[in-house]
């Protein structure tokens, strides 16, 4: 598969994880953290803000591999 259609599919895959991950993330915050902590509710927004990126490192590399020639 070439370079560019890695880089297609690569786009469509981030763009659905992402909104899925901020849905869940946002009915999480919204059903657990409304009587929460100030503490805890930033600590749940640190990690919920950067935890995305984890899942989607794999897809990235494979999206930035070179092309077989």
Known sequence: MRRRHRKLIGAFTILFTVVVYSLAAMSLAQGRLQEADKIWQN???LIAGMGWI???MPVIRW???PDAE
């Open 54 to 56: 984890l899942p989607l």
């Open 43 to 45: 600590l749940f927004y």
């Open 63 to 65: 999206m930035e591999r």
